[in-house]
């Protein structure tokens, strides 16, 4: 079974994005897929990093142009996989 996480990019609770995600999950659903939608704001996110002006910010290969930027990017990735064993262990 194909497996699906849906979430709107929006944590407004009228949030116009989380219906379309809402619909576009049902119909998964009734395709067969197993979906779970979460709502950004239950979820903690265990630190930020910000890229202004993103549409300048990125190589032709995809990867940052400033260094620094991209090993913030890469440490947040993996405290974010630490931060969600951690939580998937507490469930357990």
């Known amino acids: 079974m194909v497996k699906i996480l849906a979430f709107a990019g929006c944590i407004r609770a009228e949030s116009f994005t989380k219906n379309l995600v809402q ?3 049902g119909a998964a659903r ?3 897929a197993g979906v779970t939608c979460i709502a950004l704001h239950d979820y903690v996110l265990p ?3 910000s890229v202004p002006i993103a ?4 190589d032709e ?4 142009k400033d260094a620094r ?3 913030s990017v890469i440490e947040l990735g993996r405290k974010l996989a630490d931060f969600s064993q951690k939580q998937a262990t507490r469930r357990d």
């Open 23 to 25: 619909i576009a999950a």
């Open 30 to 32: 009734q395709a067969g």
């Open 47 to 49: 630190d930020r990093v």
């Open 55 to 58: 549409q300048e910010a990125f």
């Open 61 to 64: 290969s995809g990867a940052l």
């Open 69 to 71: 930027r991209q090993q």
